[in-house]
């Protein structure tokens, strides 16, 4: 088992009264496994998401059961040894390809940045050679020139791809996708969650997929959980959630899926 | 390259018309460097004849021009009080004011971005509302009047230095430097309260942005985020803040020079403004203009040196 989520929760401090925004969330996930997180949003899936990337902000909030990754709870490990697994273990990409990338600074050094924290015994020509061959393998043409470019004169397809290689360059064991095509035009959307999958098999990477849009949650997850009101719902085999509801609200959402009738 | 001609002639233009805006302010201002020369007791038939004998009779736009003409031959005229030739005594002060101004600068930068860094790492703790304070502080405290203080406490009381004891850079350029000290701390701190409040808030505000959150999820130190990251994006206010320095000390460092009896431009500016001496106070007005166009200039290629996407057109 990679992770193990044990009666997670969050209550944010930074009001006159404590807000609960996740409560009793547990779950695990196998190395190498697609695991869908889908929930409108306020579902606290993202703030599932962040928590296990450790990108949560520190005050004002309590953090509640345990986040294990490899047996280590991720949620009381000192600052340092989290910095250790972030961008190297544990990497993450985010809904909004446009701005997650630095405006001021090369593709090609951002791609390499995890290398030059985490590898600290390769050299320049290392991480560029690693760094280039991360770029061709989340198939962008031409890796040399976009090593070379800035973010501007990127699409946003091509920035999310710019952030996989960006987060793959380590190696990592889970890749965390939060809304990563929500962003994005349908049919950049569609090759985006083909990359992920090919990814997923080739490295042996798992995936934590998040999005609120059932139907991409259905065709890139092995097995799926259902978040509302920062509850879980639901979880179980993708095909099992999707062809045998259990809970009221699972087929509440899976009936508001538009068919079209042929 | 066509823009830099653009902007070349833009350059050119704006000098004309601070040149002529300058006579034009000595035609009103009563008193011309006649009058001036042979002070209140003298005739008005003696003026008259000093006025004839320096050409000041003549009507305003012929001495602008054959002024104008004479500039771009590169003779910038004689002063009417020194009788000597404009081009020499500026030159011989421009050292003068360029050190002070370079070394208020470099003070300036060294303190004002480690320090913004440190208030911005740890906003809203007590080191950072001290710095706050002690900003809003010097920011409110005018140069001179820190440069009386410091020649007070470290003149007269500490006896650091000679109150007045200025020495040609031509003599000893060390002892020069040396001298230069104190009032480029007194030019800097101001500028220097400045930089930081305009730097913390910049960061501050770039620190909720996305990459930001991108930095961190790669498992870089909040210290290596700042300077990798943020710095570089919030530079960009500053720079502009320092491109308008840079001219406000060249130009605006009289009462500063004035205060620690250094004789740089602003000083020359002074006299020959009290005596009309209009060639001089032209070259020193002319070459404070050039300044302040060529710091905006500078700002507008480093932001482009920054900021790849202006680099675009």
């Known amino acids: 088992m990679l992770l193990e989520c044990k009666d997670f929760g969050i209550e944010f401090h930074d009001h006159d009264r404590p807000e609960r925004a996740v409560e009793g969330v547990s779950f695990s996930l196998d190395a190498g496994e697609i695991l869908g997180i889908v929930g409108e949003s306020g579902s606290g899936k993202s703030l599932t998401a962040l928590a296990i990337a450790g990108l949560l902000p520190r005050k004002k909030l309590k953090k509640e059961g345990e986040i294990l990754f490899d047996g280590q709870d991720v949620l009381r490990m000192d600052r340092k040894a989290l910095r250790e697994l972030q961008g190297d273990e544990i990497c993450m990409i985010f809904q909004e390809p446009m701005t997650a990338l630095n405006p001021t600074m090369r593709i090609g050094l951002q791609v390499e940045e995890a290398l030059r924290i985490h590898h600290r015994e ?118 099992e959630i999707f062809e045998h509801p259990c809970k009221d609200y699972t087929k509440q959402l899976l009936s508001a899926i538009p068919r079209v009738e042929l | 390259m066509k823009v830099y001609l653009r902007k070349a002639i833009s350059m050119l233009l704006t000098l004309l018309a601070v040149s002529f ?84 600068m470099l003070l300036t930068m060294a303190v004002s971005v480690p320090l913004a860094l440190l208030s911005a790492k740890y906003a809203n703790s007590r080191l950072d509302r001290a710095v706050y304070a002690g900003n809003q502080f010097l920011m409110a405290v005018p140069s001179f009047f820190l440069g009386i203080l410091m020649t007070w406490v470290f ?39 400045m930089s930081v409040k305009l730097l913390r808030s910049a960061i501050l505000s770039e620190a909720n942005r996305d990459y930001v959150r991108t930095a961190y999820s790669r498992g870089l130190s909040t210290m290596e985020v700042l300077y990798r990251h943020v710095l570089k994006n919030a530079l960009m206010p500053l720079i502009t803040f320092w491109g308008m320095a840079v001219a406000d000390m060249i130009a605006g460092s009289i009462v500063v020079e004035q205060v620690f009896n250094i004789p740089g431009l602003g000083r020359i500016l002074l006299t020959s403004i009290a005596n009309r001496d209009y060639p001089v106070v032209e070259a020193v007005i002319l070459l404070i203009a050039a300044v302040v166009l060529l710091m905006n200039l500078l700002v507008d290629l480093l932001y482009r040196r920054i900021d790849p996407r202006l680099r675009a057109e």
């Open chain 2, 21 to 104: 805006i300058v006579f034009a302010a000595f035609e009103i201002i009563p008193g011309d460097a006649a009058s001036s020369r042979l002070g209140s007791n003298a005739t008005q038939a003696s003026v008259e004849a000093l006025r004839h004998e320096m050409g000041l009779d003549r009507p305003f736009l012929l001495r602008y021009f054959s002024w104008l003409g004479g500039c771009f031959r590169g003779n910038l005229g004689t002063s009417y009080s020194y009788h000597m030739p404009v081009a020499g005594m500026i030159l011989e002060k421009i050292p003068i004011t360029v050190t002070l101004t370079i070394l208020s």
């Open chain 1, 122 to 239: 390769m050299d320049a020509a290392a991480r560029r050679e690693r760094a280039l061959s991360c770029l061709a393998d989340v198939e962008l043409p031409d890796p040399e020139q976009v090593y070379e470019s800035y973010p501007h004169q990127l699409s946003g397809g091509m920035r999310q791809r710019v952030m996989i290689a960006a987060a793959m360059v380590g190696g990592p064991q889970l890749l965390i996708a939060d809304e990563p095509t929500t962003a994005l035009d349908v049919t950049v959307q569609a090759q985006i969650i083909k990359l992920l999958q090919k990814i997923n098999r080739k490295e042996k990477v798992a995936i934590l997929f998040i999005s609120h849009d059932l139907s991409l949650i259905r065709q890139i997850s092995h097995r799926v959980l259902v978040m509302q009101n920062g509850r879980l719902v639901e979880q179980g085999e993708v095909e």
């Open chain 2, 155 to 193: 003149g007269m009381v500490l006896r650091w230095f000679k109150p007045g004891g200025y020495v040609s850079y031509k003599k000893d350029f060390g002892a020069f430097l040396g001298y230069l000290i104190l009032p480029s701390v007194a030019i800097a701190i101001p500028k220097c309260a």
